[in-house]
């Protein structure tokens, strides 16, 4: 099973990934064998079989409503490329202004 | 000879003829002598390490009493790098992390630090913790003491290395979907998968959350035992951690073999095994067999079915939980006036040829047209994994199959072969999709290099792996073997 490289582009623009030309024939390869191997599991009669997301039943779970300190600003900032006034600072977002 | 794992430092120290600082000490001179052929560490804390272990000299010298302090005190240990560690670097063995230091630490570490332990240092892992060697490393690979030609298996293979080699009694490692019990079994350890929920995963950079599950690594049952009391329990920062009381594991390790019922799957003794490997986790079941222990055949018969289905459903919650890293918030950027193309040369950048192959699988599997088709298909196959399990324990109390379908390989063997690679985790990825105690025990060596046994158990019980364990490891001479580093 091959993946073509217009699949291989669409996949790693959702997935906000750029590809070298050497990654995306490498990946269009690989993919498609790794595909083919995992659709082994369409032999099986699933039809009828629900699907487990998770193991332990999870519902919302709350903690108790009790204030405690947050982690400290400063110390979060400190980490991130480029921060300005408290905030997080990214290239422009909206055309204009 | 000092004393080498966790239990045996404690009574060295509590009757003073050794004290935290020696060994820690000790710890720090072999890792600094013998660890730059392993690569088992990215950082050690050597001053920080100092401190805390001048800290617990005083109090051991104080206290008269076992009872005054805690479980760990003044044991070292070593962390996996993908489990934050307050302003210590924590790079998840990824460029994209390269110099982030978390601003808060992890529940098993804060753990491990009321229980006395001293964080030494933080371990090498395939980057994100996705491999099976240690090789997707951006940091380089680590080797295995047993024959550094070889991988130590992975993902934590800097864990068990380190344990392995005798730089530390205990480490973390964490297992998606085999990364504590592959390496264990390639570096000749114990190593334990707690079933999902026994340990917090908060501070635990998320590689697939519905399968992560923090467990350590130890030269011995007890030890193991040791350290899973101290990180096991619920927390109240982990929704997912389970709400069940933590059992004192050593008190009930010594009960034996008698009257245990193990089941050995048809399904695993297939023509995919190593002959030396299927031959010793035969051997092993003689022992319990000769030891009160009741083995009878089981079947598995979706097991061929959970490792396509795992490369399904692990890819597909990795795509979804490396979205964070972005270049925003933290780690590395690659400068770009438009927010699109940051986002996307950062990611280039910044992950591996393995990473970037499974966040494209995951997003492929749930993108719109194959999501049917591929993951939902594959959540299906889970429930029939699970549900083998459940059938099985309703007729044995210990499932036991190898660890791993081959010896160790060599460095290089199949880092180009991603479908080769997850091969090797045949046997410990079904364990983690019906989210299941998985234990690895040293059962046997072949041309000079480890085998390991994986025992299975009921959702909660790791006191019956334990205890199933402990019988084997009184019984065999395995886990006092020590590879040729640790003996230099």
């Known amino acids: 099973m091959a993946i073509d490289h217009e699949t291989v582009e669409r996949v790693a623009h959702l997935a906000r990934l750029a590809l070298t030309v050497e990654d995306r024939e490498r990946f269009a390869d690989q993919l498609g064998h790794i595909l083919e191997y995992c659709a082994r599991i369409s032999a099986l009669p699933l039809a009828d079989v629900p699907p487990t997301s998770h193991v332990v039943p999870i519902t919302t779970v709350l903690r108790a409503d009790v204030a405690t300190p947050s982690l400290d600003r400063d110390e979060v900032l400190a980490q991130a490329p480029a921060h300005q006034d408290g905030f997080f600072r990214v290239p422009r977002v909206l055309e204009g202004g | ?488």
Not at chain 2, 149 to 157: A, D, E, F, L, M
Not at chain 2, 208 to 220: K, N, T, V, Y
Not at chain 2, 359 to 378: E, F, H, P, Q, V
């Open chain 2, 1 to 488: 000879m000092t004393p080498s794992g966790a239990l045996a430092l404690r009574a060295a120290y509590l009757e003073r003829s050794l004290r935290p600082s020696d060994v820690v000490d000790a710890a720090i001179d072999q890792i600094a002598r013998h660890d730059p052929n392993l690569h088992a560490f990215l950082y050690v804390g050597a001053d920080q390490a100092r401190a805390e272990a001048a800290v617990w000299d005083e109090r051991y010298a104080r206290a008269g009493s076992r009872e005054t302090l805690p479980s760990l005190a003044g044991v070292p240990v070593a962390i996996k790098d993908n489990m934050c560690t307050r302003g210590v670097p924590t790079t998840c063995g990824s460029r994209i992390l390269e110099g982030w230091r978390p601003p808060y630490d992890a529940t098993v570490v804060t753990r491990l630090r009321d229980a006395g332990a001293i964080i030494i240092g933080k371990t090498n892992l395939d980057e994100f913790a996705m491999g099976s060697s240690t090789e997707h490393s951006a940091l380089g690979p680590t080797r295995n003491p047993w024959d550094p030609s070889r991988v130590p298996g992975g993902s934590s293979g800097g864990s068990a290395a380190a344990v392995a080699a005798g730089f530390v009694p205990l480490a973390l490692g964490s297992d998606t979907g085999g990364s504590v019990r592959l390496p264990a079994g390639f570096c000749g350890i114990v190593g334990l998968k707690p079933t999902y929920g026994r340990v917090s995963r908060y501070g635990l950079v998320a590689f697939a959350s519905s399968l992560d599950q923090i467990g350590p690594f130890a030269g011995d049952v007890t030890d193991c035992a040791l350290m899973l009391r101290a990180i096991a329990g619920k927390d109240p920062q982990d929704s997912t951690s389970a709400d069940v009381p933590v059992p004192d594991y050593i008190a009930a390790i010594g009960e034996g073999a008698g009257g245990l019922r193990l089941g050995v799957p048809d399904e695993v003794v297939g023509p995919g095994v190593e002959p030396v490997v299927a031959e010793a986790v035969r051997h092993a079941l003689d022992v319990f067999a000769a030891h009160g222990g009741q083995v009878e055949r089981i079947s598995l018969p979706t097991i061929e079915a959970a490792l396509p289905a795992y490369y399904l459903i692990a890819p597909a919650e990795a795509s979804s939980n490396l979205a964070r890293y972005d270049g925003v918030q933290y780690g590395l950027r690659a400068p770009s006036e438009d927010l699109h193309e940051m986002y996307a040369e950062t990611r280039r950048q910044g992950f591996g040829a393995e990473v970037k192959r499974r966040i494209m699988l995951g997003t492929y599997a749930l993108s719109a047209g194959y999501y049917d088709a591929y993951y939902l298909k594959a959540q299906r196959v889970r429930t029939l994994v699970a549900r083998d399990f459940e059938a099985a324990f309703r007729k044995v109390d210990v499932v036991v199959m190898p660890v791993a379908p081959t010896l160790p390989f060599a460095i290089g063997e199949k880092a180009d072969d991603p479908l080769q690679m997850y091969l090797s985790d045949i046997f410990t990825i079904p364990v983690n999709l019906a989210g299941l105690p998985g234990l690895a025990v040293p059962c046997g060596f072949a041309r000079g290099l480890p085998i390991g046994m994986q025992l299975v158990g009921r959702p909660f019980d790791e006191s019956t792996l334990l205890r199933a364990a402990y019988a084997y490891e009184q019984a065999t001479p395995w886990h006092r073997r020590r590879p040729p580093v640790a003996a230099a």
